[in-house]
């Protein structure tokens, strides 16, 4: 059974970093984007960054570019999300999710459609505040 777990949120000030990990367990495939979404009270859930099957390609929303990055661990079937210059505009319930990849055309693409992702994990929470 799929299994996506994320784990590394909590509480920081300002400026502060945190890294967030997603483990990826009983996948019947090796080829698949992982993104992370996040979703802040009273909001809705909008896509972070994500990095293609091959992990040569990522994206990034703007509100993050320069102080997030995304990477993956393939040995490990982790992919991290390593969050920097914290602000409190970041506050929110963070996701990983899975999106299956069978075409070799996409191995070197992701998208931050969160329709296109099937596989969820249960969040993780990401408090900025002094």
């Known amino acids: 059974q799929l299994q996506l777990v994320e784990s590394g949120g909590g509480l920081v000030q300002p400026g502060g970093s945190l890294r967030l990990s997603c483990a990826v367990s009983g996948s019947s495939s090796d080829s698949y984007a992982i993104a992370w979404f996040r979703q802040a009270p009273g909001k809705e859930r909008e896509g972070v960054s994500c990095i293609s099957p091959s992990g040569r390609n990522t994206n990034y929303v703007d509100s993050v570019k320069g102080r997030f990055t995304i990477s993956r661990e393939s040995a490990q079937n982790t992919v991290y999300l390593q969050m920097n210059l914290l602000k409190d505009e970041d506050t929110a319930i963070y996701y990983c999710?899975?999106?299956?990849?069978?075409?070799?055309?996409?191995?070197?693409?992701?998208?931050?459609?969160?329709?296109?992702?099937?596989?969820w994990g249960q969040g993780t929470q990401v408090t900025v505040s002094s």
């Open positions: 999710a899975l999106k299956d990849v069978r075409s070799k055309l996409l191995q070197h693409s992701c998208t931050l459609d969160l329709r296109s992702y099937k596989n």
